[in-house]
């Protein structure tokens, strides 16, 4: 490919409103904020990618200082500019709210570099996008979904073809407990997880409600306390023998290094938006599968489905939020999955990039900050 340097890296919030709010005991959600990313390269067609802010300075850390690194490089270059802007600035880019926005700038140079080639983004890595299991994010809003809708909310899936399901907690043991039972009983061969949404301090409290439920037999207990303490997770996989699976929205120093080490998962959570794009994403997973253990991704089913299929994981699940509900509202005007056999995801139509990856309509109804003017080019 001739040299192709990029012109622009502009940046854009959303904050998605929700049909409630999302309560899961101290952390309280009134709106999900994304940030959108648009990268340029002269007159050619731009990249986009997109992730959750969670209400972090993610557009400001790419005005400040990830996109001066990136203007004036080379898009086939992006591997090395993301090294660059890494070591550029260690103590904010190697984790938290630096290593999102350094990611989702990762995504979007990738996305370009497809687009320009007209590739998919599978097609770029040399692999096609798969049939993948897709898993339905169940029970939302967790405040106002009863055990009752939820089974009902269930039992409509499962007719469409649906076999996986997760729920997030539901506020008390017993309110999340015959939640759990209720969309067991709509499925009664599916897979179902639960995600505990880091509201557990104790483990042995923890440990109660994980083995007072064997009835509903879960394939894992997902994400039950805060990121921080790999002991305690380890303490937690010892007391029950429902698996247990940890990483949301982690990534960068000692991760999953520390999971690894101290035992502590039986799944890793991974998710490209905030863990270092597509370049520094596989050495993640190249660590979990090195120490036998197993991954997962974290919701942006677009994004996941399509590279993951590419690196030739066709069986890790693809997680689905249910339109509407306040799961991941900048996912809901896109393409749906079109379920086959044992409720497994059709691979997307081989579309350049990753494909359609925003809803320019949506997008403008909702509230927003452009200073930058991408919505014009949407």
Request: aromatic share 8%; with cysteine; glycine share 10%.
């Amino acid at each position: 490919m001739p040299s192709t340097p990029i012109t622009s890296v502009e940046v854009m919030t959303i904050q998605a409103t929700l049909p409630a709010p999302v309560i899961f005991g101290a952390w309280v959600m009134h709106h999900r904020e994304f940030a959108l990313v648009k990268v340029s390269a002269g007159d050619g067609p731009a990249g986009y990618a997109y992730t959750l802010t969670r209400d972090g300075a993610v557009a400001e850390q790419i005005r400040k200082t990830i996109a001066r690194i990136y203007v004036g490089t080379d898009v086939e270059d992006r591997e090395a500019t993301y090294t660059l802007a890494w070591r550029r600035s260690l103590a904010s880019h190697a984790a938290g709210i630096g290593l999102r926005a350094l990611s989702i700038v990762d995504l979007a140079c990738w996305d370009l570099a497809a687009r320009r080639r007209d590739l998919s983004i599978a097609g770029l890595l040399g692999g096609t996008t798969r049939a993948m299991p897709a898993t339905a994010i169940i029970g939302y809003p967790p405040g106002t979904m009863g055990p009752a809708e939820t089974g009902a909310q269930t039992a409509e899936l499962y007719a469409q073809g649906w076999r996986r399901f997760k729920a997030p907690t539901g506020g008390s043991a017993e309110r999340s407990a015959a939640r759990l039972r209720a969309a067991r009983a709509a499925a009664p061969d599916a897979w179902i997880g639960m995600d505990a949404a880091w509201v557990y301090d104790d483990v042995e409290a923890a440990a109660d409600f994980v083995n007072s439920v064997p009835d509903v037999g879960l394939g894992w207990f997902e994400d039950v306390f805060p990121p921080g303490d790999a002991g305690k997770l380890r303490a937690l996989r010892d007391r029950t023998s429902v698996p247990i699976c940890q990483g949301d929205e982690q990534g960068g120093i000692y991760y999953p290094e520390a999971l690894i080490l101290a035992k502590a998962v039986d799944v890793v959570r991974i998710d490209l938006t905030c863990m270092g794009g597509i370049t520094a994403g596989r050495r993640i997973i190249d660590q979990v599968l090195d120490a036998g253990l197993s991954f997962a991704p974290h919701m942006f089913p677009h994004v996941h489905s399509q590279v993951l299929g590419a690196w030739g994981f066709p069986d890790v699940p693809i997680e689905w939020g249910i339109p509407f509900t306040g799961v991941h509202p900048m996912d809901d005007p896109l393409p749906r999955p079109v379920l086959g056999a044992g409720g497994r995801m059709e691979p997307f139509p081989d579309l350049p990039g990753f494909g359609h990856l925003v809803d320019a309509d949506w997008v403008r109804s909702q509230p927003h900050d452009d200073p930058d003017g991408i919505l014009a080019g949407l």
